[in-house]
Antibody, heavy 118, light 112 residues
């Protein structure tokens, strides 16, 4: 069965950095596009970032709200995907979901909470 | 950015009934490759979202045939027939034709 397990969340202060991780299993990781989607408390879903596969040069795409501050990356040898978050803002407080798929997020992890507060 | 307008915001339903959710986009979702990347998700209370329908009308693995998707261009519909208790939650549409990808604001399906 497909499993996506996020880790690394927590409480940080504004302008600080945090790196969250996602361990994938149960599918051919190297063939899957990977995504991060977030959900602020009590709010709807917001797409954050996408990384494509090696044949697609690991191309990355970002929401305007995080461009220049967040970096998505992947390690196919470890079936891991990461989200490096720099210069965090209070509005980045959310549950962050790791998702996998092709042209859409098909499989979702349980999420990891990131809280940005002073 | 593509604006995804979902209606209604709240949808009261009786078990066994049928409902429809609309999702309209501010521009066509037909990709240059000819595909339309409009998908539907359900987020049950306290859970992660789960994919129901991908590319307008294709049911994801394990999704019952009570769920069906239709539409084209900018106008899309999710229909749920014979509503069961496990169908309750918030439904979202997502477009992945244009960057940045955008979700609808959600439709909460709840019991009358």
């Amino acid at each position: 069965a497909v499993q996506l397990v996020e880790s690394g969340g927590g409480l940080v202060q504004p302008k600080e950095s945090l790196k969250i991780s996602c361990a994938a299993s149960g599918f051919t990781f190297s063939n899957a596009a990977m995504y991060w989607v977030r959900q602020a408390p009590g709010k709807g879903l917001e797409w954050v970032a996408r990384i494509r596969t090696k044949p697609n040069n690991y191309a990355t795409y970002y929401a305007d709200s995080v461009k220049g501050r967040f970096t998505i990356s992947r390690d196919d040898s470890k079936s891991m995907v990461y989200l490096q978050m720099d210069n965090l803002k209070t509005e980045d407080t959310a549950m962050y979901y790791c998702t996998a798929g092709g042209s859409s997020p098909d499989y979702w992890g349980q999420g990891v909470m990131v809280t940005v507060s002073s | 950015d593509v604006l995804m307008t979902q209606t209604p915001v709240s949808l009261p339903v009786s078990l066994g009934g049928q409902v429809s959710i609309s999702c309209r986009s501010s521009q066509s979702l037909v990709h240059s490759d000819g595909n339309t990347y409009l998908h539907w998700y359900l987020q049950k209370p306290g859970q992660s979202p789960q994919l129901l329908i991908y590319r307008v009308s294709n049911r994801f693995s394990g999704v019952p045939d009570r769920f069906s998707g239709s539409g084209s261009g900018t106008d899309f519909t999710l229909k749920i027939s014979r509503v069961e208790p496990e169908d309750l939650g918030v439904y979202y549409c997502l477009q992945s034709t244009h960057f940045p990808y955008t979700f609808g604001a959600g439709t909460k399906l709840e019991l009358k």
